[in-house]
T-cell receptor, first 113, second 112 residues
Framework: EDQVTQSPEALRLQEGESSSLNCSYT??????LFWYRQDPGKGPEFLFT???AGEEKEKERLKATLTKKESFLHITAPKPEDSATYLC??????????????FGKGTHLIIQP | NAGVTQTPKFRILKIGQSMTLQCTQD?????MYWYRQDPGMGLKLIYY???????DKGEVPNGYNVSRSTTEDFPLRLELAAPSQTSVYFC???????????FGQGTRLTVV
């Protein structure tokens, strides 16, 4: 069973059409939830970290929110340059060491002019 | 302003060959990671390191080895390459266990 599930898998929007991407997680002992953007042929680029339920962060047209079971990435009035794959990842208390991030499969977002 | 640098960017290997994927970072980060990304799948952690001389297995370590002799470098070694190791490999580093990770541009590896 996936510990991090992102939906939808793909989303096509018109320029200016706002929407939200979802990331649900089943891990316990969440240390942090991360959002990344990945362009084709590139490595993931950090967007936000959220640490506790109720926390929100904003950057330009993007706003990330966190509850106890899921996170949303809200995109307001998107532009074609916002087209990318958006990745959600969590870090949690596994009883081990650094352990790295557990990623979802991503949402492929296309913004049409 | 290099960040995390990976070499090579592309490589084709024959089954049974070996190679080392290089990764270096100039941010003085203690934590470094290797991930692989397969089509339609999330990134999977292969190995990680919390500092020079210390490494540990991630979720999918079989067929790989790592070493960490310096803070800057974290090479990934593939011994006896197999088609299942065809993937895109990303190296990343972070300042702390719960801080954002910075990723390299990736190495696209094909094993034929």
């Amino acid at each position: 069973e996936d510990q991090v599930t992102q939906s939808p898998e793909a989303l096509r929007l018109q320029e200016g059409e706002s929407s939200s991407l979802n990331c649900s997680y089943t891990v316990s002992g969440l240390r942090g939830l991360f959002w990344y953007r990945q362009d084709p042929g590139k490595g993931p680029e950090f967007l936000f970290t959220l640490y506790s339920a109720g926390e929100e962060k904003e950057k330009e047209r993007l706003k990330a929110t966190l509850t106890k079971k899921e996170s949303f990435l809200h995109i307001t009035a998107p532009k074609p340059e916002d087209s990318a794959t958006y990745l959600c990842a969590v870090q949690f208390n596994s009883g081990g060491g650094a352990d790295g991030l557990t990623f979802g499969k991503g949402t492929h977002l296309i913004i049409q002019p | 302003n290099a960040g995390v640098t990976q070499t090579p960017k592309f490589r084709i290997l024959k089954i049974g060959q070996s190679m080392t994927l290089q990764c270096t970072q100039d941010m003085n980060h203690n934590y470094m990671y290797w991930y692989r990304q397969d089509p339609g799948m999330g990134l999977k952690l292969i190995y990680y390191s919390v500092g020079a001389g210390i490494t540990d297995k991630g979720e999918v370590p079989n067929g790989y080895n790592v070493s960490r002799s310096t803070t800057e470098d974290f090479p990934l070694r593939l011994e006896l390459a197999a088609p299942s190791q065809t993937s895109v490999y990303f190296c990343a580093s972070s300042a702390g266990v719960n801080t954002e990770a910075f990723f390299g541009q990736g190495t696209r590896l094909t094993v034929v």
